[in-house]
């Protein structure tokens, strides 16, 4: 099946910084979306991306749909300790009769230090 | 509206019971979706209703596992005879039918299941 692989597994930054993380595929998809978990809840969707090179902004969250359409990258500026939490990709898997689920990447796990 | 509810948020059991949890979705919602989330893994998709049809199932839906959404309202999720690999998180989410891959896809806050 598709798979999408996260990287960095974990992070650790200063309140303030500025944090980068990217997902890949051997896959096409043709949307791209971003959740956070925080522990104990399910995933929030931050971002979708519906085409490619689009770059899409949600406060101080920006992302972008690779060219290629088998990548995209999330960037968060001047993180705040809100933030910590689990950050996930994901892209839709279409079956039949117009429906799909959702595949996810392992996620990349942020720990933000006040 | 209050989003995606679940109902336990938490349970502890026994190897060998079965347990049944629920998920209430977004009222307007049609298609309601379950998945599990075990340590360190993305969720990863079980089942998917449209309305009252459960269309389609993943093979990681043992036959241990039934799930039901009897009036397209709410739906339940039963694993029978329980085994510790069942330990999980159980995610419900719903969304419209129309609309674009993942959008209005909202997820409920899960039921994390330990089986001992």
């Known amino acids: 099946g598709q798979q999408l692989n996260q990287s960095p597994q974990s992070m650790f930054i200063q309140e303030g910084e500025d944090v980068s993380m990217n997902c890949t595929s051997s896959?096409?998809?043709?949307?791209w979306l971003w959740y956070k978990q925080d522990p104990g809840e399910g995933p929030v969707l931050l971002i979708a991306l519906y085409k490619a090179g689009e770059l899409t902004s949600n406060g101080r969250l920006t992302a972008q749909f690779g060219i290629t359409r088998k990548d995209s990258f999330l960037n968060i500026s001047a993180s705040i300790p809100s933030d910590v939490g689990i950050y996930f990709c994901a892209g839709p898997v279409y079956s039949g009769a117009g429906s799909y689920q959702l595949t996810f990447g392992k996620g990349t796990k942020l720990s933000v230090i006040p | 509206d209050t989003g995606v509810s679940q109902d336990p948020r938490h349970k502890i059991t026994k190897r060998g019971q079965n347990v049944t949890f629920r998920c209430d979705p977004i009222?307007?919602?049609?298609?309601l979706y379950w998945y599990r989330q075990t340590l360190g893994q993305g969720p990863e998709f079980l089942t998917y209703f449209q309305n009252e049809a459960q269309l389609e199932k993943s093979r990681l839906l043992s036959d241990r596992f039934s799930a039901e959404r009897p009036k397209g309202s709410f739906s339940t999720l039963e694993i029978q005879r329980t085994e510790q690999g069942d330990s999980a998180m159980y995610l419900c989410?719903?969304?419209?039918?129309?609309?674009?891959?993942?959008?209005?896809?909202?997820f409920g806050s899960g039921t994390r299941l330990t089986v001992v």
């Open positions: 009222s307007e919602h049609n298609r």
């Open positions: 989410a719903s969304s419209l039918s129309r609309g674009r891959g993942g959008y209005g896809y909202t």
């Open positions: 896959s096409i998809f043709n949307t």
